[in-house]
């Protein structure tokens, strides 16, 4: 077989380059005629995979549902892609101002607030960028314990001399406690776009675009100098979402809590809360009792390393639930969630819910993740899955002979 083309949008971390191709080969088209993928991200799989009579893209991240709405409507594909190329460029000023725009709508209040507050730091003097987390941190700490004199004497200085600052200082961190305390109470904080901010949808997808095609690794975080060697490289990259785009045309876009819903989903058929009201629940909870739907599903990875680290002197076999068994002999300690930089990412015991929410589902399933003894626990022969290998190497953090194992399960 020749080598084929593969449509992409933008790099995004944890996108699937090397395997969309060979995905798009193992699902169903000839039982199914929707195809779903709960965990969007930059949709690789479904630009590359030959087409269902309905497609339906959904992703929680603000950002890339404006990016996908955008690019499959035509009128609107065509003023994105006329905006990029005469109105960016290949900078990090460029990236700067465009990830100050992404921030802004995607970034939980919590998040902005202790960034507020490092910034007013950092530009007093009091730190700098490799000890600032540490600080922030005691500083959070002894402001729960009530006392108004910090750790850094500079800072304490500056407290009982300078008005404004104090003002200030103040103002930033009882916004920062009370919104990491609604975090932790809540397990999710509003996002700027959530609470009605307006930021047209337009400037979102080229503010997302240009994050993730400009960033290291493409997560979004960081200005590679290395991406492009001029403006003019990247301009020509530019030119390819015509044909994304035109692959996109007529897809369904949704801004679904796909998270939440499988939580929600999983605690309903143990009794645990009441039935889904939510619309958006209800639209996934037809796609996944629906044989006639092929469903993708990537969640955020887990660390194998650790996992198998953990579960070390663990009977997996006869454990009902791994991650309880992994709490009780470490408490606070769970296999790394590698999906941080996501909007919305799965830990490993909401992983555990996941799986056991899609074991017995109606609709066709294909899920990937690393080879994890948490998956294969779930997803195995005797529970009616099928599984495949696929060995890659991941280039994030420019380490040489990163191979990986990547696996996909299968119900059908």
């Given at each position: 077989?020749?080598k084929?083309t593969t ?17 798009a080969?193992r ?5 199914t005629d929707?195809?779903?993928?709960p965990?969007?991200?930059?949709c ?10 309905v497609?339906?893209y ?6 890339l ?9 035509a009128?609107?594909s065509?003023?994105l892609i006329h ?12 990236f700067k101002?465009q990830?100050?725009?992404y ?9 902005q607030e ?7 730091l950092?530009?007093?003097?009091i ?5 600032i987390?540490?600080?922030m941190?005691e500083?959070?700490?002894?402001a729960?314990?009530?006392k ?5 004497p ?25 919104l ?6 809540n ?8 609470i009605g901010?307006?930021?047209s ?10 994050v993730f095609q400009q960033?290291r690794d493409?997560?979004g975080?960081?200005w590679?100098?290395s ?16 044909d994304?785009a035109e692959?996109?045309?007529?897809v ?5 809590d796909?998270?939440?819903f499988?939580?929600?989903y999983y605690a309903?058929?143990h009794?645990?809360?009441?039935d889904?009201?939510?619309?958006d629940?209800?639209m ?10 092929m469903?993708y599903?990537d969640?955020s990875?887990i660390?194998?390393?650790?996992e198998r680290k ?7 076999s006869?454990?009902?639930s791994l ?6 002999k470490?408490k606070?300690?769970?296999p790394k969630?590698?999906?941080g930089?996501?909007?919305r ?11 056991r ?6 609709c ?17 022969e ?7 290998e696929?060995?890659?190497?991941t ?8 191979s ?5 399960w299968?119900?059908?």
């Open positions: 077989m020749g084929q449509l992409s949008i933008a790099p995004y971390y944890g996108g699937k380059s090397r395997m969309a191709h060979f995905i080969e699902l169903d088209y000839s039982n929707t195809f779903v993928s965990f969007g991200g930059m690789r799989v479904l630009l590359n995979k030959p087409r269902h009579p497609e339906c959904n992703d929680y991240n603000s950002g549902y404006a990016l996908m709405n955008v690019l499959s409507d009128d609107k065509n003023e905006r990029l190329y005469y109105g960016t460029e290949y900078s990090m000023e460029e101002r990830k100050a725009i921030d802004h709508a995607e970034t939980d209040l919590d998040t202790q960034r507020k507050l490092r910034r007013l950092l530009c007093n003097g730190g700098n960028t490799s000890t987390n540490k600080l941190e500083i959070y700490k002894q729960l314990q009530g108004t004199e910090t750790i850094v500079e800072l304490n200085k500056l407290l009982s001399s300078d008005d404004s600052f104090r003002s200030n200082f103040t103002h930033l961190l009882g916004n920062w406690i009370a990491r305390e609604s975090r932790t109470n397990g999710m904080l509003e996002r700027s776009i959530d901010e307006d930021i949808e337009m400037d979102l997808a080229i503010a997302t675009y240009v960033s493409g997560m975080q960081t590679s100098e991406k492009f060697k001029t403006t003019e490289q990247y301009l020509k990259r530019v030119l390819t979402l015509y994304c692959r996109l045309a007529g369904h876009v949704f801004q679904i796909a998270m939440s499988f939580q929600t309903n058929q009794g645990l809360s009441s889904l009201q939510n619309p629940d209800q996934m909870n037809e796609w996944i009792n629906n044989p006639r739907v469903m599903c969640p990875y660390s194998v390393e650790d953990l579960l070390d002197g663990i009977d997996t006869t454990a009902d991650s309880n068994a992994i709490q009780e470490y606070d300690k769970m969630n590698l999906g930089v996501y909007s990412s799965f830990g490993y015991d909401e992983q555990e819910q996941f799986l929410c899609i074991q017995n589902a109606r066709r399933i294909l899920v990937s993740n690393y080879d994890l003894i948490l998956y294969n626990k779930y997803l195995n005797k529970t009616g899955w099928r599984r495949e696929f060995v890659t190497t280039g994030v953090g420019s380490k040489a002979n990163n990986r194992v990547e696996v996909i299968y119900n059908y």
